[in-house]
């Protein structure tokens, strides 16, 4: 991973905070200025890269697991992630478009 998850201590624990934007960077490189920009004005933004962070658990959690329903998981996951994905490339590409437009 080229980002670092956010450290935070509590008492004498610490907790890892998994961000969903670090997932979307990753993912999405080329981007990263553009992700930034958005997820820190859009809330709606916010919320789909967190999606898409807990879709990617889940689908990594159901490729690991040999349960007889698994392979449905696996698919309505990989089926989810998907449309994760466009809805991120909708929301960079209408966000470039007003940029650049300003």
Known sequence: MCFEDLVSLTGAEMVVIRSGIFQVMDDF???????????????????????YRQC??????????????????????????????EEIRYFLNTSYINEKGK
Not at 31 to 51: G, T, W, Y
Not at 58 to 73: E, V
Not at 74 to 84: A, N
């Open 56 to 85: 990617n658990e889940a689908l990594r959690y159901w490729n690991q697991i040999s349960h007889k329903d698994a392979p449905a998981r696996r698919q309505e996951y990989e089926v989810l992630q998907q449309q994760l994905v």
């Open 29 to 51: 490189p080329d981007r990263s200025n553009d992700i930034r920009r958005l997820f820190k004005q859009s809330q709606a933004f916010h919320s789909l890269c967190e999606d």
